[in-house]
């Protein structure tokens, strides 16, 4: 059993910040990529940035510039660090991570349960 719980998200004013972490657990042998995906009301789920195990980080243009992406391998953890918030982030925001099991030979694809992200005055 994997796990991917999420935590951080809330309600901020335009301009601010806010972090988002996101930690896995359970039985791990490998993780792969991880990243952060975030889904707009009435919208498919969309790439907001990603961040392979070596650290190489790929972000989406409505991001780049405003938000980081990090994570600590120690802890099986990826932060997404928010700043200069605008209304149009509002969404659901997702982790999602590629890990091998232990005890398995294939990879699988996990996500976390969302957590809501509210910009407004």
């Known amino acids: 059993q994997v796990q991917l719980v999420e935590s951080g998200g809330g309600l901020v004013q335009p301009g601010g910040s806010l972090r988002l972490s996101c930690a896995a657990s359970?039985?791990?042998?490998?993780?792969?990529?991880m990243g952060w995906y975030r889904q707009f009301p009435g919208k498919q789920r969309e790439l907001a940035a990603v961040?392979?195990?070596?650290?190489?980080?790929t972000y989406a243009d409505s991001v780049k510039g405003r938000f980081t992406i990090s994570r600590d391998n120690a802890k099986n953890t990826v932060y997404l660090q928010m700043n200069s918030l605008k209304s149009e982030d509002t969404a659901v925001y997702y982790c999602?991570?590629?890990?091998?099991?232990?005890?398995?030979?294939?990879?699988?694809?996990?996500w976390g349960q969302g957590t809501q992200v509210t910009v407004s005055s």
């Open positions: 961040i392979s195990s070596g650290g190489r980080t």
């Open positions: 359970g039985s791990i042998f490998s993780i792969d990529d």
């Open positions: 999602n991570a590629r890990i091998r099991r232990r005890m398995a030979t294939t990879w699988g694809i996990y």
